[in-house]
């Protein structure tokens, strides 16, 4: 039984560029959430996705936006990258309804800004 | 603003040892509060969890002691061990949403 599984796994762009950044739920799970992690802090919640709309949203700017597909998988778009974007992304998933704790994570996309 | 406050940010303990890590948090609509642990390289992992209507919730060598009316809670490993090294991050969430509220982390360290 797969868990969350993140694509790409390292990614460096340039500042004002524009990145894409996936997500499969686990099996079984239909809701996504996206988090940034910088280095030395805790994950903060970006936005959550369930029937690929967004459901509630945390303190990101517009740059950042998303997508949830008819298979439950997720994007994460961020526009106009810049040096402080640069972060362990985070996706994790649960089956709504579910409750607290019974989110899974994955490994994350590490997005270096230059 | 950070809702949880977590203490101390590294943590170094010998084989054996207790370590205690503590959490305290300003929001009271918060209901739900799970520990974390976080190795290098991979996504963070549920550890434990407690809901404030309970003192103390105990998983093997792992306990959370919650004290409702100061708003604090910590986690307690006993017979620390090696493989325990982490990161350790408190959270808390409210009202069934999955958003969740991090600390900022505590490396725990363990030396043989």
């Known amino acids: 039984d797969a868990g969350v599984t993140q694509s790409p796994t390292h990614l460096i762009k340039t500042r004002g560029q524009q990145v894409t950044l996936r997500c499969s739920p686990k099996?079984?799970?239909?809701?996504v959430s996206w988090y940034q992690q910088a280095l030395g802090q805790g994950p903060q919640f970006i936005f959550q996705?369930?029937?690929?709309?967004?459901?509630q949203r945390g303190n990101f700017p517009d740059r950042f936006s998303g997508h949830q597909f008819p298979n439950y998988s997720s994007e994460l778009n961020v526009n106009a990258l810049l040096l402080g974007d640069s972060a362990l992304y985070l996706c994790?998933?649960?089956?709504?309804?579910?409750?607290?704790?019974?989110?899974?994570f994955g490994d994350g996309t590490r997005l270096s800004i230059l | 603003q950070q809702q949880v406050k977590q203490s101390p940010q590294s943590l170094i303990v010998q084989k054996g040892g207790i370590s205690i890590i503590n959490c305290a948090y300003e929001?009271?609509?918060?209901?739900?509060f799970p520990w974390y642990q976080q190795f290098p390289g991979k996504g963070p992992a549920l550890l434990i969890a407690?809901?404030?209507?309970?003192s103390e919730k105990k998983e093997g060598r792992f306990t959370i002691s919650f004290n409702k009316s100061a708003k604090q809670f910590s986690l307690h490993i006993m017979d620390s061990q090696p493989g325990d090294s982490a990161t350790y991050f408190c959270?808390?969430?409210?009202?069934?949403?999955?958003?969740?509220?991090f600390g900022i982390g505590t490396k725990l360290q363990v030396i043989p």
């Open positions: 996705y369930y029937e690929e709309e967004e459901r």
């Open positions: 099996s079984g799970h239909d809701t």
């Open positions: 407690i809901r404030p209507d309970v």
């Open positions: 959270a808390a969430s409210s009202g069934g949403y999955q958003k969740v509220t």
């Open positions: 929001n009271t609509a918060f209901d739900y």
């Open positions: 994790a998933s649960t089956r709504y309804g579910q409750g607290q704790g019974a989110q899974h």
